[in-house]
């Protein structure tokens, strides 16, 4: 019975899971020219919670979109995040840890 549970229990993650992302993507796509916006490193920081130190790393590791902007090969870069490319990769992450159960 416990299994049989569990099977249910992952079949409803996977559903909501699913909705959620996709009401999220369409309300994204409507409101993309409001709310798009270009953040330096301390403001993507401030807006979702981390570090300064967290958002350099992941932008090192490449696992947030980012663009960096100065002379090819220049240590220093002005690094610069999209809100709404911010947006959609927090939408990922929520959607990856909930389908793992977290």
């Given at each position: 019975m416990d299994r049989t549970w569990d099977a249910f229990d992952s079949?409803?993650?996977t559903?909501?899971?699913e909705r959620v992302s996709e009401f999220e993507n369409r309300l994204?796509?409507?409101f993309a020219g409001l709310i798009d916006k270009t953040l330096d490193v301390a403001?993507?920081?401030t807006h979702i919670g981390v570090s300064e130190k967290l958002?350099?790393?992941m932008c090192q590791e490449g696992s947030i979109p980012h663009e960096r902007?100065?002379?090819t090969g220049s240590?220093?870069?002005a690094i610069k995040l999209r809100l709404s490319d911010l947006e959609a990769w927090r939408a990922e992450q929520r959607a990856a840890?909930?389908?793992k159960g977290s």
């Open positions: 079949v409803i993650r559903i909501v899971a994204r796509a409507e403001e993507a920081a958002i350099y790393r902007y100065g002379v240590k220093r870069p840890n909930y389908k």
